[in-house]
């Protein structure tokens, strides 16, 4: 069998939930940053890069270790995402599927970029990148087992996008824009922000800095406009229509 060398750092299995059916058979329509355009597009076509996963003969293990070990964890993402939407109170739920935000928070170019510089790596190090990814996530995951989460409902307000760079920190603020977005360009504090996870295109897993305050502090117009601006290339959203697909970008919520 050949090697998976289209490597998604953002798995199908999430994305298909912003297709036009719901299950990664239609498409979902996105907006790319470096076009300037919408398009429709399959969620294997999304958010992924070559070899991204895959380590060398010299790190002593499979080629693709870590890419069967990610998919391995992706095929229970329907199950968990599923009971947790069953049982939004349950907090076993929750703590069971923030393998996953975590996984996405730390499997990124943009992250291992900044791992690079943060850590000393060797830039040309790639088996140590990959590894460091994985730890990084695993112990974000325990750091976000720690924090008060809950399930926020949208659908009211209309529909939550998503991106190729999925969790967002953030403090509220009184800027323009009512916010600021941790942007991986300086030292990670994670206590320090709010974090919110689209879920569906409906719900969003949130976790507030200060928990005793509930919420996100933020309208759906901004919580989108975050997203946008998130995104290092690509984001998403269910498609409705056809036009919806010659729409252009809205600039952040005011």
Known sequence: MGKKVNNHYVSQTYLKRWTSDGAGAGSLCCFDKQKNS???KKPEKCAYERRFNLVSEDSGLEATYFEDSFAELE??????LNNLLGDMRNQDYIN??????SLYMCRNPKVRDFLISELGRDADDKDMQIADDHLLAW???????KRKWEIVDLSAEGEVYTCDKPVLLYQVNDSEKGYSIYTWDERFELSAYDILFPLTPSHALYSKAEPSEIGP???LEKINSMITENASRQYYKKPQERSSFEQRPRGPAK
Do not use: N, R
Request: glycine share 8%.
């Open 38 to 40: 919408w398009g429709p």
């Open 75 to 80: 095929s229970h993402f329907d199950e968990f």
């Open 96 to 101: 069971i599927f923030l393998v996953f935000p």
């Open 139 to 145: 112990l974000t995951y325990w750091e976000l087992k």
């Open 217 to 219: 502090g933020l309208s």
